[in-house]
């Protein structure tokens, strides 16, 4: 399985938006979901959201009325819209197949979101 591949990533005020880019082979989006994932220093990597096969999403409930996961399946690509960003988002975030939990750990390069003033 090849790793998935991240973007979007970098600097921005507390309150700011970004938007994260991965882009996944189609039959990912069809059959496993897509997951977001983030790892902060020093901490574990978790779940932060995922959308489903069938385009259902789930968030863990820090982030829950920020942040937006949606799919372009015309593109293969799976979005992670983050807004109202916050100094404890600072992490760098992942996404896999497995919208809930990963499905293997085949881990991409992830891209770093810095939340600082």
């Known amino acids: 399985q090849v790793p998935l591949v991240e973007s979007g990533g970098g600097l921005v005020q507390p309150g700011g938006s970004l938007r994260l880019s991965c882009v996944a082979p189609?039959?990912?989006?069809?059959?496993?979901?897509i997951g977001w994932y983030r790892q902060a220093p020093g901490k574990q990597r978790e779940w932060v959201g995922g959308?489903?096969?069938?385009?259902?999403?789930k968030y863990v409930d820090s982030v829950t009325g920020r942040f937006t996961i949606s799919r372009d399946t015309a593109k293969n690509t799976v979005y992670l819209q983050m807004n109202s960003l916050k100094a404890e988002d600072t992490a760098v975030y992942y996404c896999?197949?497995?919208?809930?939990?990963?499905?293997?750990?085949?881990w991409g390069q992830g891209t770093q979101v810095t939340v600082s003033s």
């Open positions: 896999h197949t497995g919208w809930r939990t990963p499905t293997g750990e085949n």
């Open positions: 189609g039959s990912f989006l069809s059959f496993s979901g």
């Open positions: 959308i489903t096969s069938v385009g259902d999403t």
